[in-house]
């Protein structure tokens, strides 16, 4: 059973930066395609970012990019996701997901796997 730890989620001021980090356990790590969703109070959940089972290839959404980075390493089967000049439109429980066939998928659907969420807040 594969099981996905968040951490790192906490309240930062706007402008502001946090790093998330995903640890993964009982499962093969290095050939899953891993991506951060978040849910805002009231909304659906929504794709932020994913990478590829190597790393070479990364997605954003376009509320994210140039702000968000994400990366993994898959030799402590962690990934990580950046984020900078953070807004309070940011603010939502962050999830990760694993999909067991490498790829990264745009829709929640698509995942093997989630861990609990960690809770960014953002404010103003």
């Known amino acids: 059973q594969v099981q996905l730890v968040e951490s790192g989620g906490g309240l930062v001021q706007a402008g502001g930066s946090l790093r998330l980090s995903c640890a993964a356990s009982?499962?093969?790590?290095?050939?899953?395609?891993m991506a951060w969703f978040r849910q805002a109070p009231g909304k659906e959940r929504e794709f932020v970012s994913g990478i590829n089972w190597s790393g070479g290839s990364t997605y954003y959404a376009d509320s994210v990019k140039g702000r968000f980075t994400i990366s993994r390493d898959n030799a402590k089967n962690t990934v990580f996701l950046q984020m900078n000049s953070l807004k309070p439109e940011d603010t939502a429980i962050y999830y990760c997901a694993a999909e067991v066939l490498g790829y990264v998928r745009r829709s929640d659907g698509n995942y093997d796997y989630w861990g609990q969420g960690t809770q960014v807040t953002v404010s103003s």
């Open positions: 009982g499962g093969t790590f290095s050939s899953y395609g």
